[in-house]
Structure formats: C-alpha cells, structure tokens
C-alpha cells in the first residue's frame, strides 16, 4: 500500500534552533515529493518540490533532501523562526498512480517556535 | 493576483441540502483537483480533471459530482448533504506533464448541521 508517513505529529523548538522534519514513503517508484506549509485556517503553500532525479532543493532557510532507496525525506531549517510556526505536510507522486498527478499526504508535522 | 481561488470561504448548511464550490485558477494550468481535509487534517485525493477530463475518481460517494466547464475551473456539487461530509475542501491546480507542482487555494470550511 502507498503511504506516506511524518513523525514527529509535533514538535516544539526555542527560537534560533535549525532543525529537520522526517517525511518516509513505503515505495521507491515516485514521480516527486512535494513539502507544503499550512497555517491554521488557511490553505497549502507550496514550499520545495523534489523531482525523483534529485538528491535535494533548496529556498532560502529551507533544504529538502530525498533518498529513494530508504523512502525517506527530510526538510531542514535552519534558524527557525516563531514565523516558521505552522504545520508542515510532506506529499508524494507515486508512480503506481498512473500519470494522474495523485499526491499522497502524510499527516502533517505541527511546528511550534518559541520566542 | 496568479492564484487558485475558491467561493465560498464558509458554507453552513442543513443536512440533506444540496450545495455547490467552485474553484477557478488563472496559473494556465492544465490539470486541477479536489481535496477533502477531515476533522483530524488528514488530506484526500477526491478528483481530478485534466483539460476538463476526469481522471482521477476516488472511492466518493456519488453524492459527490464534479464538474469541469473549461480548463480554468472545477466546481464540487454535493448532494443531501450528511453530518459527515462536514471538512475543509481544497482545490488544487498544477501542469500535470511537467512537474506537477501543486498549487492549492484556501479551502471551503463546510459545516452541516
């Protein structure tokens, strides 16, 4: 079964700390991997997208890395913020769906940064 | 503004109603979908039309019926409205054969009571 998983559900670090989300898949067929950002009450904001010949992305404070082989992903970022506070939802194109665009999302990482 | 914009931003509603949202993206993309957040943020693939073909149908209830009147739109009709359909509905958009990166808008909150 295609599945995406984030762990931890939460995390809560002081501000100034780097820091890394984990983001694991259950199969190395994917198209690419997609990191979005969502504040409470609002919609996704597309943070960093992977294609699968990529090792890793970078945006300003923000690094995602890829490694097929494990089915795994980290975002990395660095000198959190308290305005990096908001959930965070790894989502993945497997190639099992066809060419559909389908994306399978993990349950998401709730970042807290405290001042 | 490029965006993906939806109507409405809150719809409350009595069980066995029938009620629209609508969606629409001036990105020129090709491809767009619907995606429904449950009560615990979990977030589900329900639809997807490309050039305003259906392509993707989840296991939705058939209460559920999407429609795609050009490219740049795609509005969720639902039908006898039931307490469980309550969930923040999210359209996407993306250029499905190049990298379909995702563009989401900022959700219809439905509530039925």
């Known amino acids: 079964k295609q599945e995406v998983t984030q762990i931890p559900a939460a995390l809560s670090v002081p501000e100034g700390e780097n820091l890394v989300l984990n983001c694991s898949f259950t199969d190395s067929a994917i198209y690419n991997l997609q990191w979005f950002r969502q504040d409470p009450g609002k919609g996704l904001t597309s943070l960093l997208l992977i294609q699968s010949s990529q090792r890793e992305q970078t945006s300003g404070r923000l690094n995602a890395s890829l490694d097929k082989s494990s089915g795994r992903s980290t975002l990395y970022i660095a000198a959190s913020q308290p305005g990096d506070s908001a959930t965070y939802l790894c989502a993945v194109r497997y190639h099992g769906s066809g060419n559909t665009g389908k994306l399978i999302f993990g349950q998401g990482t709730t970042l807290q940064v405290k001042p | 503004d490029t965006a993906v914009s939806q109507t409405p931003k809150y719809l409350v509603t009595q069980m066995g109603n029938d009620k629209s949202i609508k969606c629409e993206q001036n990105l020129g993309h090709d491809t767009m979908y619907w995606y429904k957040q449950d009560s615990k943020k979990f977030l589900k693939i329900m639809f997807s039309?490309?050039?305003?073909?259906?392509?993707i149908n989840e296991t939705v209830p058939n209460r559920f019926s999407p429609k795609s009147p050009d490219k740049a739109h795609l509005n969720l009709h639902i039908n006898s409205l039931e307490l469980g359909d309550s969930a923040v509905y999210f359209c996407?958009?993306?250029?499905?054969?190049?990298?379909?990166?995702?563009?989401f808008g900022p959700g219809t909150r439905l509530t039925v009571l």
């Open positions: 996407a958009s993306s250029h499905l054969d190049r990298d379909n990166e995702q563009f």
């Open positions: 039309y490309n050039n305003k073909e259906l392509i």
